[in-house]
């Protein structure tokens, strides 16, 4: 339709009349100022809920580690004391008090 150009650039052509009418040139400025600092107030928020959520992990990672080397420690003390336990009735069963063991030292 060759009459939808000009008809299209008159309704643009009154927008931008009406919109500069309702906001000055300045306005537009300060409104597009404003539209830019929230934007990267909201790209730093976002960075930093990003780190934040890092540190945290890392901080959960840390945390998790710490608990499996404190369960082998846990878990290496119950055979250490498995192991002394027995060491305890063997000296038991064949030293019944320390005379004899002091004795067995002594005879090398």
Same mark, same amino acid.
């Given at each position: 339709? *060759?009459?939808?150009? *000009?008809?299209? !650039?008159?309704? /643009?052509?009154?927008?931008?009349?009406?919109?500069?009418?309702?906001?000055? *040139?300045? &306005?537009?400025?300060?409104? !597009?100022? %404003?539209?830019?600092?929230? /934007?990267?107030?909201?790209?730093?928020?976002?960075?930093?809920?990003?780190?934040?959520? &890092? $540190?945290?992990?890392?901080?959960?990672?840390?945390?998790?580690?710490?608990?499996?080397?404190?369960? =082998?420690?846990? =878990?290496?003390?119950?055979?250490?004391?498995? $192991?002394?336990?027995?060491?305890?009735? =063997?000296?038991? &069963?064949?030293?019944? @008090?320390?005379? $004899? %063991?002091?004795?067995?030292?002594? @005879?090398?």
């Amino acid at each position: 339709m *060759p009459n939808a150009e *000009p008809r299209m !650039s008159a309704i /643009t052509a009154t927008t931008m009349i009406i919109t500069t009418a309702i906001q000055p *040139p300045a &306005a537009i400025a300060a409104i !597009s100022a %404003l539209i830019a600092a929230i /934007t990267a107030f909201t790209t730093a928020a976002t960075a930093f809920a990003v780190a934040f959520a &890092a $540190v945290a992990a890392a901080f959960a990672a840390t945390r998790a580690a710490r608990a499996a080397i404190w369960a =082998v420690f846990a =878990v290496a003390f119950a055979v250490f004391c498995a $192991v002394f336990a027995v060491c305890c009735a =063997v000296f038991t &069963a064949f030293c019944p @008090d320390f005379t $004899v %063991l002091r004795t067995v030292f002594t @005879d090398f």
